[in-house]
């Protein structure tokens, strides 16, 4: 008896329409402006951490449940694990790895140290990347709109707390700015 | 005169094995223990550097290596801080009387006169000085721990029992390669397993000729039911997993018993079952049920929970090399030291032959797929010699391989008399077995690849745990004075699915029965369900915790209802408390749970805990805050959102859309409160929390609605048919 497993790891490569045919692509990965060869179908978070050696953005669920692999992609929120290279094509992309500045951290990185807003740190640096792109739009959120806008972030230590004062600390710390 | 050494300290008694100064004034301590994300390492830095006279940023931290670190087992059960810190503590202090000693000698001064700081020593009168590392210079200290010499006393410590920012966590959050996943070595490759559909599935067919001809691939492995591949990318790795799910053919022999059947299937299936006084079981016969007569009030209530997953957020992952007959690998294994035995038994190698290194993976507290993807990882790496292996599992196989938490049935019954004092008590705990971790034993073993294998060596029998509050009767003895009490573990040897350690282990199960069952007994007599508690309670410690907790609620009450309760008439509040002592000899805690119940929808609202711990000293106050407000929220969510689905064929929760978790919407705020005690010894607590919470929701749910949840988890459709029959 054949029986078909749901939820396959990706499912793009079940098709053969990948298969072959590299194609260049170019787009800009903080800051930097990059070209590279590749399958097209190739989901960003393999270009990024096999690629680019960015390996912030972590392989989690593999089909945008787990937030775990959240980059900036045009100013929005992007899911690494399901964009694809072709979609990508002349974007601009942002990971943690791209927070710093000239070698001083990023307030929310400063924040989550200060808060010690972890416990392994997996979940980390997708949640900065959505915070990052929440205080990028609203100055000063509120406990429940931090909530909202990590809804999409699993977190399973139960550091949820320090994340979110964490993210208030850096959102006063950029107010006083 | 000599001290009894700490167990991990005579185990591992060479200073070297612990302590190495390395060349640029920094120190490397080694350790046995993991970091699980629980920040382990800071707080054995912390107790090595209060030692010493370091800064923090002076140590690092090798913990889990089997070729250098000391043995110290598992990470596991609470016991880092007790067991890795005061062998750290004592190796420490008399690291540092040896060094202050070649100083006394080296600067010509008398011991009583030296200073230590930051690891220079200095005679202030004549201005000599000298620094651990010219005193060690590069040399080994070569002394084996002699128990003569006295650690500080807690009184004069400057470190220990400070707030300090994470030694781990700023690599983590500059998005440094820390994780497993991120490893990268010269010449690595890529693999992937491909598991059965479910439990009762075989491998028929597999294609394999057409799997090596696709680009790429450098290896496919298939054993028995075991499948893997090895290409040189992950993007030629996952095409061709996914190729080989595509062309593969299972047969199915059996079908698992119904999801809605496994409680009957627990209390009516054959157990082995055995009395358990004062936390320990015992070889005697089930005595009969404790009943007094012309008792005021007899309650009997059954409680239940399902299977758990661990859930971690990272799938399990392991990297491998095989290279002249040996292994080398990298694993988040909770025991390095263990799962080298293990691998070794299934391989038939020398475990001195197997080099493992731990690296971290996500974490999720509790056996999950970690030593199963280490053996994978080896397995696959023996088909591709000299080029390292990077197995990862997917979510998928997380999901549906992991070892959940079983499923529990717990039973309890109790009399009072005419003054509400507890006259009888009875405790029935029904389970699979909660310790199904690889461990190296005959011809068995617990590794899915093992039973997979065309000779495969079969799941061992499982056997009740003997030890003292060891596996599913962990506190299922009450830390009440009870005059007469009845505790029997029920193991259900046979498992129709997968089980292991899950946080906390039987504790979770057994907590939320006793702590929801003396709240019933309270209403059915009635009386204030505290005071009802404080009346069986007699260690001081224990009350302390539960006021404070009631104290601290209040007040959080008075402020939180004052904003909330005008503006939604659909709501009933309520405030539920339960109180836990971790193994019955461990860290005290007491959680206080305000939530809020939505009367159309029947959902569940967490709006505030407060969670009141005494951990006896406390070495890291930041750090066993956030493991027990996580250990909070790890149980709230497994109380009100998660059970693993199955069906006959198998498991179908399979993503985190099929197993949801709490999300940050739903997280309410938490207040923690430590009662430190430095003069005494710590206590264990990063699992400590689990229990209590559980209980303290359920109660909470019947001061808002006065229906009373016995079956976890705590969905709408609970409510609704609890609501229903209480008509």
Same mark, same amino acid.
């Given at each position: 008896m054949a029986i078909k497993l749901i939820f396959p790891e990706h499912q793009f490569a079940m098709t053969d329409a990948h298969a072959g045919g590299l194609k260049e692509l170019k787009f800009v990965v903080n800051g930097k402006s990059r070209a590279i060869r590749i399958d097209p179908g190739t989901p960003l978070l393999y270009i990024l951490r096999n690629e680019l050696g960015l390996c912030s953005p972590r392989y989690g669920c593999g089909s945008e449940q787990c937030g775990a692999c959240k980059v900036i992609v045009d100013g929005k929120m992007g899911f690494a694990c399901t964009l694809t290279a072709e979609e990508l094509d002349g974007c601009d992309i942002r990971t943690l790895e791209g927070l710093a500045v000239d070698g001083s951290l990023h307030v929310l990185q400063q924040a989550f140290l200060a808060e010690n807003a972890a416990q392994c740190g997996y979940c980390a640096s997708g949640i900065i990347m959505t915070a990052a792109l929440l205080l990028e739009e609203n100055q000063a959120p509120s406990r429940s709109e931090i909530q909202q806008a990590l809804v999409g972030n699993l977190c399973r230590c139960g550091a949820h707390n320090r994340i979110i004062q964490a993210i208030q600390r850096a959102a006063q710390e950029l107010s006083i700015e | 005169m000599s001290k009894e050494l700490p167990a991990a300290l005579a185990q591992n008694p060479d200073l070297d094995r612990w302590l190495c100064f390395d060349e640029h004034e920094t120190l490397t301590l080694r350790t046995g223990k993991v970091e699980l994300g629980q920040g382990i390492k800071t707080a054995l830095a912390m107790i090595c550097a209060e030692e010493l006279d370091l800064d923090l940023s002076r140590i690092r931290v090798q913990s889990g290596d089997t070729e250098v670190c000391p043995n110290e087992f598992m990470t596991a059960g609470s016991m880092s801080v007790e067991g890795s810190g005061s062998a750290i503590r004592q190796v420490s202090a008399e690291a540092r009387h040896y060094l202050m000693r070649l100083a006394a000698d080296l600067l010509n001064a008398p011991f009583d006169e030296l200073v230590?700081?930051?690891?220079?020593?200095?005679?202030?009168?004549?201005?000599?000085?000298?620094?651990?590392?010219?005193?060690?210079?590069?040399?080994?200290?070569?002394?084996?721990?002699?128990?003569?010499?006295?650690?500080?006393?807690?009184?004069?410590?400057?470190?220990?029992?400070?707030?300090?920012?994470?030694?781990?966590?700023?690599?983590?959050?500059?998005?440094?390669?820390?994780?497993?996943?991120?490893?990268?070595?010269?010449?690595?490759?890529?693999?992937?397993?491909?598991?059965?559909?479910?439990?009762?599935?075989?491998?028929?067919?597999?294609?394999a000729d057409t799997i090596r001809a696709m680009p790429g691939v450098l290896s496919v492995l298939v054993d028995g039911s075991f499948a893997g591949v090895v290409a040189e990318t992950e993007m030629q790795v996952i095409a061709a997993r996914n190729k080989m799910q595509a062309l593969a053919n299972w047969s199915r022999n059996g079908l698992l018993p119904k999801p809605e059947d496994i409680h009957d299937f627990l209390t009516s299936h054959v157990s082995v079952s055995l009395p358990v006084v004062d936390g320990m079981p015992v070889e005697e016969p089930v005595p009969a049920i404790i009943q007094t007569e012309a008792a005021a009030v007899r309650l009997a209530a059954t409680y239940t929970k399902p299977f758990h997953m661990h859930g971690a957020i990272g799938p399990s992952a392991a990297v491998a090399e095989w290279r002249e007959g040996k292994l080398k690998l990298w694993s988040h294994s909770q025991g390095p030291m263990v799962?080298?035995?293990?691998?070794?038994?299934?391989?038939?190698?020398?475990?001195?032959?197997?080099?493992?290194?731990?690296?971290?993976?996500?974490?999720?507290?509790?056996?999950?797929?970690?030593?199963?993807?280490?053996?994978?990882?080896?397995?696959?790496?023996?088909?591709?010699?000299?080029?390292?292996?990077?197995?990862?599992?997917?979510?998928?196989?997380?999901?549906?391989?992991?070892?959940?938490?079983?499923?529990?049935?717990? =039973?309890?019954?109790?009399?009072?008399?005419?003054?509400?004092?507890?006259?009888?008590?009875?405790?029935?705990?029904?389970?699979?077995?909660?310790?199904?971790?690889?461990?190296?034993?005959?011809?068995?073993?617990?590794?899915?690849?093992?039973?997979?294998?065309?000779?495969?060596?079969?799941?061992?029998?499982?056997?009740?745990?003997?030890?003292?509050?060891?596996?599913?009767?962990?506190?299922?003895?009450?830390?009440?004075?009870?005059?007469?009490?009845?505790?029997?573990?029920?193991?259900?040897?046979?498992?129709?699915?997968?089980?292991?350690?899950?946080?906390?282990?039987?504790?979770?199960?057994?907590?939320?029965?006793?702590?929801?069952?003396?709240?019933?007994?309270?209403?059915?007599?009635?009386?204030?369900?505290?005071?009802?508690?404080?009346?069986?309670?007699?260690?001081?410690?224990?009350?302390?915790?539960? =006021?404070?907790?009631?104290?601290?609620?209040? =007040?959080?009450?008075?402020?939180?209802?004052?904003?909330?309760?005008?503006?939604?008439?659909?709501?009933?509040?309520?405030?539920?408390?339960?109180?836990?002592?971790?193994?019955?000899?461990?860290?005290?805690?007491?959680?206080?749970?305000?939530?809020?119940?939505?009367?159309?929808?029947?959902?569940?609202?967490?709006?505030?805990?407060?969670?009141?711990?005494?951990?006896?000293?406390?070495?890291?106050?930041?750090?066993?805050?956030?493991?027990?407000?996580?250990?909070?929220?790890?149980?709230?969510?497994?109380?009100? =959102?998660?059970?693993?689905?199955?069906?006959?064929?198998?498991?179908?929760?399979?993503?985190?859309?099929?197993?949801?978790?709490?999300?940050?919407?739903?997280?309410?705020?938490?207040?923690?409160?430590?009662?430190?005690?430095?003069?005494e010894p710590s206590l264990g607590s990063g699992e400590a929390t689990q229990g209590p919470t559980s209980a303290a929701i359920a109660n909470a749910v019947f001061d808002a609605t006065g229906l009373r949840l016995r079956d976890i988890p705590f969905t709408p459709d609970k409510l609704v048919s609890a609501a229903l029959k209480s008509r």
């Open positions: - | 230590i700081e930051n690891g220079h020593v200095r005679h202030p009168s004549t201005n000599r000085s000298t620094t651990y590392w010219e005193l060690m210079a590069g040399r080994r200290f070569d002394l084996q721990a002699s128990g003569e010499i006295s650690p500080k006393s807690a009184d004069t410590h400057q470190l220990v029992g400070t707030r300090v920012q994470r030694i781990d966590l700023y690599a983590k959050f500059t998005g440094q390669p820390v994780f497993i996943q991120d490893q990268n070595f010269p010449r690595m490759v890529h693999g992937r397993i491909l598991r059965p559909p479910g439990y009762l599935h075989t491998l028929q067919s597999l294609a799962v080298r035995g293990a691998i070794a038994q299934v391989l038939k190698m020398r475990p001195e032959d197997i080099h493992v290194m731990h690296v971290e993976n996500a974490g999720c507290y509790g056996h999950n797929g970690a030593d199963d993807a280490a053996l994978d990882a080896c397995m696959l790496a023996q088909s591709v010699p000299d080029r390292p292996v990077l197995l990862k599992w997917s979510r998928e196989d997380e999901h549906a391989w992991e070892p959940y938490g079983p499923a529990m049935v717990l =039973k309890l019954q109790a009399d009072l008399d005419g003054n509400g004092n507890i006259t009888a008590w009875n405790h029935d705990t029904y389970s699979n077995t909660h310790m199904g971790r690889p461990i190296p034993f005959g011809s068995v073993s617990n590794f899915i690849a093992a039973w997979h294998k065309a000779e495969p060596m079969p799941k061992p029998e499982a056997r009740p745990g003997m030890a003292l509050h060891g596996g599913m009767h962990r506190n299922s003895d009450p830390y009440y004075t009870l005059p007469r009490k009845r505790i029997i573990k029920h193991l259900v040897q046979e498992a129709p699915i997968r089980t292991s350690s899950t946080r906390g282990l039987g504790a979770y199960g057994n907590v939320f029965a006793i702590e929801s069952f003396m709240d019933e007994l309270a209403h059915t007599a009635g009386l204030d369900p505290v005071e009802f508690r404080l009346q069986h309670l007699q260690d001081q410690r224990a009350i302390d915790v539960v =006021k404070t907790s009631m104290d601290a609620a209040l =007040k959080a009450r008075r402020r939180n209802r004052a904003d909330a309760k005008a503006n939604d008439k659909r709501a009933a509040y309520g405030h539920g408390m339960a109180f836990a002592r971790y193994k019955n000899s461990k860290c005290y805690v007491a959680v206080c749970v305000d939530l809020m119940v939505n009367t159309e929808t029947s959902e569940i609202k967490l709006i505030h805990a407060v969670i009141a711990a005494d951990a006896g000293q406390v070495i890291d106050p930041d750090g066993l805050s956030n493991q027990l407000e996580g250990g909070f929220i790890q149980s709230a969510s497994w109380t009100l =959102k998660e059970q693993v689905n199955f069906d006959e064929n198998g498991i179908t929760s399979r993503d985190w859309e099929t197993y949801p978790i709490l999300t940050f919407p739903e997280i309410p705020t938490v207040d923690v409160i430590l009662l430190d005690h430095p003069e």
